[in-house]
């Protein structure tokens, strides 16, 4: 993916001030500093935040655009031939939320807590709690932003600071990524604007009090009078850990509407952008997480991801990359947080958030260093683009140094090399070489109750890092994809948590993969769920392996045969256990010796289960090696990221590494340690990077 201006086809490779207060003037003199060296660099594209708090006053028949135009000025003015994205957040100001406490959020676990809305960091204070905030059901929110909105891109655009602007990020939501207000901890919104929109969706979908009577399993049930499922039902569970969609349907209707509503508002400003800007224009918004969501998808999750995927009003999406700490560190994969390979899919734009700031390293700190190539060439490998978003620029409270996190003359000359290298390459055809394909599926992540455990993160962190650690090339997918993938070139397909699988989705799981002898590898509870009720039997259907329910409290202490490999597991219900004559064993129970993963050889493709989430790296590359898989390098377990091109590597500790190209030559090189090195794909020659 490209951003192409005028005809000029520019790498998306972004330099942004962060939304602070410290950090965000672009006009004050650190900032023009940065911005310059970063435009010497070779960099053309940038982001400044605006929010309504900034032009929106209390009193004021119209906009003040002053901040507004003073931020764009500001890279103009260190910037020359610059390129700007607006990130305008929609938020409510404070004053307003004060205004119109009809139109808040309510909370389930307590009430509306005020907060101080003098905030001296950040716009966002408050974000995180239930504070006050306006309903994402806010009809009254919606019309009176929407009208600001329109209002500011019509001023905008008459200015001759407009001359630089290509594009709009809308951002509303916690942090302005769309989740919904306080949702990491607390359980919104219970309050009388969301109850009313709840109850319209409920007449879209029933039409009548019969049929939501029947679907409720409650005959007192009626569309009028339908309230927002207490806190109680949104942790109950009705199998173990899982909740059931027939048996506590009230609860997945308001997931789905509360996750329907948010994107109805995100999508109502896009198109008011759309609509007004006079010129072709990127629109963008955070959308997409799955990836270390806290263990909270159905409070903070982007549920609705098809949907915006396929929106016409939205050009780009972007995510921050994982805080998962062994994809965030110093020798992990800098995994996004967003499924980038379904956005390329789309023939959408996907661009990373680079936001290291809270690792605490100097500007030049070699650890630093590495971490932030990887983290910025990973995406552009994946086809895609990012931003640099600077947290250490402007002193306190961040307290970091004046020249920001990539101010330094080393971390400057990284990015110079990395413009340049894939400006130059531009136009060279890229392609995926991925025969790893990884399925996950946000229904599924609806059914595990919200918390820590490992049926969320053991499934969609700590595995997907251990995928990216077992030397091959992978690419990640939605299930609902499936029927648009051409999955010829995947020898292994890992369905990671896969908990929902309809019986259309297995038939055609069934007609597409199971066969030219692909491994078909599940991960805990394939199938349990046909998009209706539980059933532990269902897990055989779908994989072909048969399994039975044992008496168990649901810890499982699992040892892999081959690999040695241990992995506890505590509390997962219903116990699971592998009971298929069969079936090859390829990890017991400690305990008690009952098989927990095995493989079975099925009518042209091998089927893998294991009944608890599969996790640790060695794991994985037995399984892709077995599958055969193209493993780049088996020297420990690293990241590895390639495409026709390129070879990524990326390591903490340094030493000589073994790369297999596809080709079938092996070259060696030597890695400091920490480093990032990225050698060309077809010869093995350093392109780039960090070599002894």
């Known amino acids: 993916m490209v951003v192409e201006v005028d005809g000029e086809r520019l790498v998306p490779y972004f330099y942004a001030l962060t939304h602070s207060y410290a950090g965000r003037k672009s006009w004050e003199p650190e900032k023009q500093a940065i911005l310059r060296q970063m435009h010497e660099a070779g960099v053309r594209l940038f982001q400044v935040d605006v929010y309504f708090e900034d032009i929106w006053l209390p009193g004021r028949p119209e906009l ?32 307003w939320n004060e205004a119109h406490p009809e139109e808040w959020v309510g909370f389930a676990d307590g009430p509306v807590d005020h907060q101080r809305s003098d905030d001296e960091w950040s716009h966002e204070a408050g974000d995180l709690e239930r504070s006050p905030r306006p309903s994402m059901a806010s009809r009254v929110w919606r019309q009176e932003a929407g009208d600001r909105l329109t209002e500011f891109l019509t001023r905008l655009q008459a200015t001759p600071e407009a001359q630089c602007v290509i594009g709009f990020h809308v951002a509303s939501g916690i942090f302005g990524e769309w989740h919904y207000w306080g949702g990491v901890e607390h359980e919104p ?56 969609p027939a048996d506590q349907r009230p609860l997945f209707d308001y997931t789905e509407c ?28 955070f959308y997409g997480y799955f990836h270390m969501m806290f263990c909270r998808h159905a409070v903070l999750g982007h549920l609705r991801v098809e949907r915006v995927l396929d929106s016409p009003w939205i050009d780009y999406y972007s ?167 051409d999955v010829s070139r995947y020898r292994a397909v890992v369905f990671g948590n896969t908990h929902l699988i309809t019986p259309s989705q297995l038939d055609l799981i069934r007609r597409k993969l199971a066969g030219e002898g692909r491994w078909l590898i599940f991960s805990g509870y394939p199938g349990l769920c046909d998009g209706k009720g539980l059933d532990p039997q269902r897990i055989a259907d779908v994989t072909g392996i048969g399994v039975r329910v ?80 193209h493993l780049y390098c088996e020297d420990g377990y690293e990241p590895v990221w390639a495409d026709s091109r390129h070879v990524l590597l990326h390591t903490a500790t340094g030493g000589e590494r073994k790369v297999r190209l596809r080709n079938g030559a092996v070259v060696s090189v030597q890695l400091p340690g920490p480093a990032t090195l990225v050698l060309d794909a077809q010869t093995g020659e350093a392109i780039f990077g960090d070599s002894n």
């Open 64 to 95: 003040d655009m002053t901040f507004a135009l003073d931020m764009i000025r500001g890279v103009q003015t260190a910037a020359p031939g610059g390129l700007v994205v607006v990130r305008i957040h929609t938020n409510a100001p404070f004053w």
């Open 189 to 244: 919104d219970t309050g009388p604007t969301m109850t009313a929109e709840f109850r319209r969706w409920l007449e879209a979908k029933y039409g009548s009090d019969a049929a939501l009577a029947a679907a409720w399993r409650d005959p007192r049930a009626t569309l009028a009078s339908a309230e927002v499922p207490d806190m109680a039902a949104r942790t109950a569970t009705t199998l173990g850990g899982f909740r059931s």
């Open 258 to 285: 509360q996750m329907d509503t948010v994107v109805d508002a995100m999508e109502g400003f896009c198109q008011i952008v759309r609509r007004t800007w006079p010129t072709p224009t990127l629109v963008g918004v």
């Open 319 to 485: 995510a921050p990359q994982s805080y998962w700490g062994g994809s965030r560190d110093v020798g992990g994969s800098g995994l996004s947080r967003g499924v980038v390979d379904a956005a390329t899919r789309a023939g959408k734009l996907w661009l990373d958030e680079v936001d290291h700031g809270q690792l605490k390293k100097g500007v030049d700190d070699p650890e630093y260093l590495a971490i932030t190539r990887r983290s910025t060439v990973a995406p552009l490998l994946r086809g895609q683009g990012h931003w640099l978003y600077d947290f250490g620029i402007g002193g306190p409270p961040m307290g970091h140094e004046a020249g920001g996190w990539w101010g330094g003359p080393k971390a400057l000359a990284y990015v110079r090399e990395e413009v340049a290298a894939f400006q130059a390459a531009i136009d060279a055809p890229r392609e995926s070489v991925a025969d790893v394909l990884v399925l996950w599926d946000y229904d599924s992540a609806m059914l595990p109750r919200n918390g820590w455990s490992s049926l969320v993160y053991g499934q969609l962190d700590s595995a997907a890092e251990d995928i990216l650690r077992a030397g091959a090339a992978v690419e990640e997918h939605y299930l609902f994809e499936l029927e648009h993938l």
């Open 550 to 629: 044992r008496e168990s409290d649901g810890s499982v202490a699992l040892r892999w045969h081959d690999e040695g490999f241990r992995a506890e597991f505590k509390e997962l219900l219903p116990a699971i256990v592998v009971d298929d004559v069969g079936a090859t064993p390829l990890a017991t129970d400690e305990a008690d010796g009952a098989t927990i993963a095995a493989r079975k050889e099925l009518a042209g493709y091998c089927s893998v289960l294991c009944t608890e989430p599969i996790t640790g790296p060695a794991v994985f590359r037995s399984l892709f090696r077995q599958a055969g898989c």
